[in-house]
């Protein structure tokens, strides 16, 4: 956890206060992510921007979602849950969903523990292996708007025309917003199977 504060101070520290790709500290070796760290970011935004290249709405929906469900059957991330996800989610932005969830559960792609079903309904499912405990996380109407709030991207953009635009109605500004809605408002979560 220390090692995680710290990366992230040096990160907040990074903020040069100009629109360019190079707000943040460079990790050596790793691409240098879309993201302008603001300093009531929590550290853990840093490591999905680090992760995903941004912060835009569909990606933060995703961690919180991740951190909600992975917290409400008892998990501690990567090893231990089984994450299984249906959704309109075919491309970016729906589908940037999908990466918030691999950083906030550790489910991946690569362990093969984090599977996505394409369906009209967004709908995640959450599964403690160990226990067998079980929740489903439906998004709120009010989520869905806040989303449905961002202003739509240019057709021709390769990032969603996250790079290029960082005012109200924004990815991040949308995105932003997403961070700080308490939970309850996000999603509805049922528990489907007890331990
Ligand atoms: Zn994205």
């Known amino acids: 956890m220390k090692r995680l504060l710290t990366w992230a101070a040096v990160v907040t520290m ?27 970011d ?76 394409e369906t009209d309904a967004l709908v995640v499912r959450v599964t403690n292996t160990k226990t067998g405990k079980q929740v489903e996380l439906r998004p709120t109407a009010k989520l869905l708007a806040v989303i449905a709030s961002m202003k739509p991207t240019p057709v021709d953009s390769d990032d969603h025309g996250h790079a290029h635009d960082h005012g109200e109605g924004s990815a991040d500004a949308v995105a932003r917003r997403i961070v700080a809605m308490p939970e309850k408002e996000l999603f509805a979560v049922k528990v489907i199977e007890k331990e």
């Open 42 to 117: 929590p550290a853990w935004l840093a490591f999905a921007a680090q992760f995903h290249g941004h912060i835009g709405p569909w990606a933060t929906s995703g961690l919180r979602a991740g951190m909600i469900a992975r917290r409400a059957v008892g998990a501690k991330g990567y090893f231990d849950l089984r994450v299984e996800v249906e959704g309109p989610l075919v491309k970016p932005p729906h589908s940037c969903f999908l990466d918030g969830l691999q950083v906030s559960t550790g489910a991946t792609l690569g362990k093969r523990n984090l599977i996505w079903t």
């Open 14 to 40: 990074g903020i040069g206060g100009t629109h360019t790709t190079r707000a943040q500290e460079e990790i050596a070796g790793l691409p240098t992510p879309h993201y302008h760290p603001e300093a009531t």
